[in-house]
């Protein structure tokens, strides 16, 4: 069983910077592909990017892509999202998301944290 504790959320204005982390608990760590989702109040959530265990291969949504950075430290069992520039738009719970596989991590993992929020003002 893994377990995912996210922090680094809140309130910020557009054009701003957050690092989001993730610190997992649980053995083997790096076997594990990694996620980022996010969810704004009245939406379905949303798949923002995933990095792989070994930390060489990640993928981002479209609304995200070169704005945000998804990154992991397998030696302190943590996933980063750095998130630049950002939109009021990007407003939302923002949830780590734990998989065996990197491939199906898009559509969600089999363990999820309890989320923090992130708040972009105008």
């Known amino acids: 069983q893994v377990q995912l504790d996210e922090s680094g959320g809140g309130l910020v204005q557009a054009g701003a910077s957050l690092r989001l982390s993730c610190a997992a608990s649980?053995?083997?760590?790096?076997?594990?592909?990694m996620g980022w989702f996010r969810q704004a109040p009245g939406k379905e959530r949303e798949f923002v990017a995933k990095?792989?265990?070994?930390?060489?291969?990640?993928d981002y949504a479209d609304s995200v892509r070169g704005r945000f950075t998804i990154s992991r430290d397998n030696s302190k069992n943590t996933v980063y999202l750095q998130m630049n520039r950002l939109r009021p738009e990007d407003t939302a719970v923002y949830y780590c998301?734990?998989?065996?596989?990197?491939?199906?991590?898009?559509?969600?993992?089999?363990?999820w944290g309890q989320g923090t929020q992130v708040t972009v003002s105008p």
């Open positions: 649980g053995r083997s760590f790096m076997y594990w592909a």
């Open positions: 990095i792989s265990g070994s930390g060489q291969s990640t």
């Open positions: 998301s734990a998989a065996p596989s990197f491939g199906r991590l898009s559509v969600g993992g089999d363990y």
